[in-house]
């Protein structure tokens, strides 16, 4: 893992969990689903805020496994965001040198989603200007087990399991550790987000909901990131 640049508050990874759509929604008088477009809209720029700060990864939390026992027409809606992404929005992102990656139990996505999903990950893999990384259809328990089940696969032997070999197993060993974890929306849990990835993150719960989550808040956050000791149990 790179480590932070603690004089100008630098860092290599960030996870997000863009939580608060719905409840922004409500707040202000609006259907849920109007929220989670705005929190789309905002991811767009999410990827304009972390290169002007230089941190080359981000993974946001888009939907959880758990996210499907919610409506079908909300998630009929989330759905129909992400065709967006894989469409609409793919050349922009292309455009900026953007590389796109997508993790989680992907086989449950519908068949469109899926060949989007891999013809995105094929147009933009050898761009350099950064990588934006969405969890879909994603929990961090069920990525060990699946990291576990591959293994099993291969045939290797019990001595042959070690954290360095495990790690290759996950769905994007390539993707460093967050160096810090944030959650909008003011709740201060995980949520089954990147459970292996996290043990050494540092946690931010801002009360603001994702939709009027601002550049602003993303940087003061990462001045106060800076400030903090990570001694890693040394």
Known sequence: MVMADKKEGKINSVGIILDGNRRWAKANGLPSLEGHRRGYNKLRELSDWTEEKGIEYVTVYAFSTE??????????????????????????????????RFIGDLKRLAPDLQEGIKKAEELTK???????????????????????????????????????????????????????????GGEMRLSNFLTWQSIYSEFFFPKKFWPEFEKEDFFAILEEFATRKRNHGK
């Open 67 to 100: 996210n499907w026992n919610r409506s079908k027409e909300e998630v009929m809606y989330l759905m129909d965001l992400f065709r967006i992404l894989l469409k609409k929005d793919l050349p922009e992102f292309h455009k900026k040198g953007k590389r796109l």
């Open 126 to 184: 050898n761009n350099t200007r950064g990588t934006l990384c969405a969890c879909i259809s994603y929990g961090g328990r069920g990525e060990i087990v699946n990291a576990t089940r591959e293994m099993i696969k291969k045939g290797m032997k019990p001595e042959d399991v070690t954290e360095e070999s495990f790690i290759k197993n996950l769905y994007a060993p390539d993707i460093p550790d967050p160096e810090l974890i944030i959650r909008t």
